[in-house]
């Protein structure tokens, strides 16, 4: 049986504030990779990404955090986040963990679901893993 398809509830247009500017340590551009996307979907799973390459965009409505990504000839990439999340920093520290596991794809993971939560893994379930919400 197919599922009701259904649009996303509304949101309004996303304001980019000024915030705290810093280098990335990672290359924005491995998000539009196909599990490189999914591993950062995993350090911030209420956020929308919006944009591309080096020009990525996060925002989570509903805590008003956001982060957004830009080249820079002197540091290669520039993020700047505000709000009570820090949106890219969760992100580059589960794609870091993805990049030194040998960047594995997503049959590589695994997940656990029981009665106090869900945990996606790398490996085996003592492995590096990222908690949902339920």
């Known amino acids: 049986m197919f599922a009701r398809p259904h649009d996303r509830?509304?949101?309004?247009?996303?304001?980019?504030l000024p915030g705290d500017e810093r280098p990335s340590r990672i290359d924005p551009a491995k998000l539009d990779d196909w599990t490189g996307g999914w591993v950062a979907q995993l350090a911030a799973p209420s956020a929308e990404r919006m944009g591309a390459?080096?020009?990525?965009?996060l925002w989570d409505v509903s805590t008003g955090s956001q982060a957004r990504t830009a080249p820079n000839p002197k540091v290669a990439w520039t993020v700047v986040q505000r709000g009570p999340v820090r949106l890219w920093d969760r992100v580059e520290r589960t794609v870091r963990r993805?990049?030194?596991?040998?960047?594995?794809?997503q049959e590589k993971f695994g997940m656990t679901v029981s009665a106090v939560g869900q945990r996606?893994?790398?490996?085996?379930?003592d492995g590096p893993g990222w908690g949902l919400p339920i």
């Not at 509830?9 to 980019?16: G, H």
């Not at 390459?53 to 965009?57: L, N, R, S, T």
């Not at 996606?120 to 379930?125: I, K, M, S």
Request: charged share 20%; net charge negative; glycine share 8%.
């Open 53 to 57: 390459g080096a020009e990525q965009i």
């Open 120 to 125: 996606v893994w790398l490996g085996t379930e």
């Open 9 to 16: 509830p509304p949101r309004p247009t996303p304001a980019l």
């Open 98 to 105: 993805w990049q030194v596991a040998d960047e594995p794809h």
